[in-house]
């Protein structure tokens, strides 16, 4: 599976950004999708993911701001991001596994396959 992710940039606090990660290669409805970030200095941290059936998970820091949907072609992921703050600054990272547990949805060695990343960075 190879990912590319799109649709970094700055933006001011308060603000939108809508991120694109397509797919290509061996996907399957079973298929889970998901956004990471990594802000300089830190570690690597979950932000949002679909499960296979569609269910989807949020961290708590971006729940109510950030949406995950997927695209009509069933490839493409999507992380509209809103009422931006300057803590959301990082490289975000879509991932994917095709057959993640859900016990391990938010630990970023459970996917295996991984996009280059696009910064987003908030200016307050």
């Known amino acids: 599976v190879q990912l590319q992710a799109s649709g970094g940039g700055l933006v001011q606090a308060g603000g939108s950004l809508r991120l694109s990660c397509a797919a290509s290669g061996r996907t399957f409805s079973s298929t889970t999708m998901g956004w990471f970030r990594q802000a300089p200095g830190k570690e690597r941290e979950f932000v949002a993911a679909r499960f296979r059936g569609g269910r989807t998970y949020y961290a708590d820091s971006v729940k109510g701001r950030f949406v995950i949907a997927r695209g009509n072609t069933g490839n493409t992921i999507y992380l509209q991001m809103n009422s931006l703050n300057p803590d959301d600054t990082a490289v975000y990272y879509c991932?994917?596994?095709?057959?993640?547990?859900?016990?391990?949805?938010?630990?970023?060695?459970?996917?295996?396959?991984w996009g280059q990343g696009t910064l987003v960075t908030v200016s307050s």
């Open positions: 991932a994917a596994d095709n057959a993640l547990i859900l016990s391990t949805i938010q630990t970023a060695s459970a996917y295996d396959y």
